[in-house]
T-cell receptor, first 112, second 114 residues
Framework: KAGVTQTPRYLIKTRGQQVTLSCSPI?????VSWYQQTPGQGLQFLFE???????NKGNFPGRFSGRQFSNSRSEMNVSTLELGDSALYLC???????????FGDGTRLSIL | DQQVKQNSPSLSVQEGRISILNCDYT??????FLWYKKYPAEGPTFLIS?????DKNEDGRFTVFLNKSAKHLSLHIVPSQPGDSAVYFC?????????????FGKGTKLTVNP
């Protein structure tokens, strides 16, 4: 059974640009969550989608947005990139609320 | 406000001995707790979970203990193996309200020496 797939694995951008990251959940999983991991802050919750609807959002500025498609695949977008956005962005999916989330290997975003 | 705390950034143990990783939480609404293991350049891998209706859950070499009154949980690894060397994250969430948002601790780096 394929796991959570995130693309691309690595990305280099410059300040002011925008970026779109993609996540394909495990087949059958309808809930998709995004997290940002930085050395100082650990894993911070960005947002969660279920059946194409945003169910919860973390404390991140409006430059961070996301969406989920009918096949449960999800994308997150960051506009007007800042140096502090350099991080590992992780996507996780789960079957339902009583099951653990399973993570992809992340997208490493570096801002120059 | 850090709702999930892992106060030990690192832990070093000898192969074959027990590893004990600790985690404290402050939010009394949390009722589902998980441990993840993370290797460099990989995503977190789910290890074991526990619901607040239990005080212990075991899976092979891994056992999680939950002390609700102290808002404390721990992960025991017995016996520890060099392949267990990784960063371990404690995570918690509330099963009420529909959201599956996880709140993570900052992790404990475990090193198991041969």
């Amino acid at each position: 059974k394929a796991g959570v797939t995130q693309t691309p694995r690595y990305l280099i951008k410059t300040r002011g640009q925008q970026v779109t990251l993609s996540c394909s959940p495990i087949s059958g999983h309808r809930s998709v969550s995004w997290y940002q991991q930085t050395p100082g802050q650990g894993l911070q919750f960005l947002f969660e989608y279920f059946s194409e609807t945003q169910r919860n959002k973390g404390n991140f500025p409006g430059r961070f947005s996301g969406r989920q498609f009918s096949n449960s695949r999800s994308e997150m977008n960051v506009s007007t990139l800042e140096l502090g956005d350099s991080a590992l962005y992780l996507c996780a999916s789960s079957l339902d609320r009583n099951q653990p989330q399973h993570f992809g290997d992340g997208t490493r975003l570096s801002i120059l | 406000d850090q709702q999930v705390k892992q106060n030990s950034p690192s832990l070093s143990v000898q192969e074959g001995r027990i590893s004990i990783l600790n985690c404290d939480y402050t939010n009394s609404m949390f009722d589902y707790f998980l441990w993840y293991k993370k290797y460099p350049a990989e995503g977190p891998t789910f290890l074991i979970s526990i619901s607040s209706i239990k005080d212990k859950n075991e899976d092979g070499r891994f056992t999680v203990f939950l002390n609700k009154s102290a808002k404390h949980l721990s992960l025991h690894i017995v016996p520890s193996q060099p392949g267990d060397s990784a960063v371990y994250f404690c995570a918690a969430r509330s099963t009420q309200g529909g959201s599956e948002k996880l709140v993570f601790g900052k992790g404990t780096k475990l090193t198991v020496n041969p």
